[in-house]
Nanobody, 120 residues
Framework: QVQLVESGGGLVQAGGSLRLSCAASGRTFSNYAMGWFRRAPGKEREFVADISWTSNMKSYADSVKGRFTMSRDNAKNTVYLQMNSLKPEDTAVYYC?????????????WGQGTQVTVSS
């Protein structure tokens, strides 16, 4: 089991920045690739970014590319999502998730989410 707890969400004005954190506990964190997802009101959950356990591979949704940066610190069992130039359409609940391989889209563990609200 891997337990994931997100933090860092909040209310920010358009153009502002936030950094989300996801703290992991349980099984060896560095064995897992990690992802960030979001769900906006009335919409389905969508992929935001992912990162391999060595951090040498990352991918981003087109909608956040160039604005968001995902990173991880395996010594701290934590992944981060730095979000810059935020837009109202980034408003959503953000979730982190863990998967056993970077090359699969099946995530085994999910956090409970943190709310991000971007005002115009």
């Amino acid at each position: 089991q891997v337990q994931l707890v997100e933090s860092g969400g909040g209310l920010v004005q358009a153009g502002g920045s936030l950094r989300l954190s996801c703290a992991a506990s349980g099984r060896t964190f560095s064995n897992y690739a990690m992802g960030w997802f979001r769900r906006a009101p009335g919409k389905e959950r969508e992929f935001v970014a992912d990162i391999s356990w060595t951090s040498n591979m990352k991918s981003y949704a087109d909608s956040v590319k160039g604005r968001f940066t995902m990173s991880r610190d395996n010594a701290k069992n934590t992944v981060y999502l730095q979000m810059n130039s935020l837009k109202p359409e980034d408003t959503a609940v953000y979730y982190c998730a863990a998967k056993p391989s970077y090359y699969t889209n099946t995530y085994a563990y999910w956090g409970q989410g943190t709310q991000v609200t971007v005002s115009s």
